[in-house]
């Protein structure tokens, strides 16, 4: 079974009403990359286990996104209500602070 990544599981874990994404991410149980055309135009993309981390943690699946995926500033203005999320990427920023996707993510959420 495939599990969500970035911006997919974001949008999973917080219930964000924000438009399908064309390219969805998946961890999957396969050795090698598979890339998947749906027959509505979208883009399955499931990787391996070694391409991508399992945890599932709001700071891990927000750098996936950045580092992986399109800018998508429909989810994360969505995201960004949340108080939990920008709690999570203050304390990200306070424990990385010279981390490029930490201080974009915080630059992006204010």
Do not use: C
């Not at 750098?63 to 108080?83: C, D, S």
């Not at 709690?87 to 204010?110: F, K, M, N, V």
């Amino acid at each position: 079974m495939a599990t969500p990544l970035g911006y997919n599981a974001l949008i999973d874990r917080f219930n964000l009403a924000v438009p399908p994404l064309r390219q969805t991410f998946w961890l999957g149980e396969r050795a090698v990359e598979a890339r998947t055309q749906m027959a509505d135009g979208t883009e399955r993309i499931e990787l391996p286990r070694g391409r991508a981390s399992a945890e599932q943690s709001t700071v891990e699946q927000l750098t996936f996104a950045l580092k992986r995926e399109h800018l998508n500033l429909m989810v994360l203005g969505a995201l960004f209500e949340h108080q939990q999320v920008l709690t999570d990427i203050q304390e990200w920023l306070t424990a990385r602070p010279t981390s490029g996707y930490a201080r974009q993510a915080g630059y992006l959420a204010h």
